[in-house]
């Protein structure tokens, strides 16, 4: 009985997957609670499907989700890393390289792109942010969190300046500068 159950959930999962109703065949999986080696073929199409249509993040996450081949889903993965970077979306790219364990050096490029692109338009705070959180060398961080600051000042919003004074370690004259004009 527990077999024809599990068979039958194969199949409602794999006919789910073949239509592309994703969160629906995995509520089947749950439902049945389908091991993932009774599924790899249904998952398999899918992510031949997506991969062919150039859908590489879908690949990638079911590659992940399904536990498909490491080869698979980093396969999927660089495609759709590669295609943020084609489109200029460095932040997005460098946060997907990081989720889906791709290179380091993929993740430092993207993150060193977003960060120069957030420079050249003049969203210092967004560069301090994600040289911060991509671990970039401090003079990057100090670089656009000093911009920032000056930005903040200038435009007279002082608590603000302070906040990232204190927040990236700014010299401490520049958190005096911005104490003295909140009182």
Do not use: C, W
């Not at 790899?40 to 997506?50: E, I, K, L, P, Q």
């Not at 301090?128 to 100090?142: G, K």
């Not at 919003?157 to 370690?169: E, F, N, S």
């Amino acid at each position: 009985m527990a077999d024809n159950n599990l068979a039958e959930g194969a199949k409602r999962f794999a006919a789910k997957m073949d239509l592309g109703a994703y969160q629906e065949a995995a509520k089947v999986k749950s439902d049945f609670g389908l091991p993932n080696d009774m599924l790899t073929d249904a998952v398999r199409r899918a992510y031949d499907s997506n991969m062919k249509k150039g859908e590489y993040s879908l690949a990638a996450d079911l590659a992940k989700r399904y536990e498909l081949s490491t080869d698979l889903r980093m396969d999927a993965a660089q495609r759709s890393f590669q295609r943020k970077i084609d489109s200029a979306f460095y932040r997005a790219a460098a946060d997907y390289a990081k989720e889906y364990g791709l290179s380091e050096d993929a993740i430092r490029m993207a993150a060193i792109s977003a960060f120069n692109k957030s420079m050249d338009y003049g969203l210092f705070k967004n560069a301090a942010e994600i040289a911060d959180q991509f671990e970039l060398p401090s003079e990057m961080v100090q670089q656009a969190a000093t911009k920032s600051y000056e930005q903040h000042m200038q435009s007279g919003l002082y608590r603000k300046a302070l906040k990232i004074a204190k927040k990236y370690k700014l010299p401490e004259e520049l958190v005096e500068a911005a104490e003295k004009k909140i009182s």
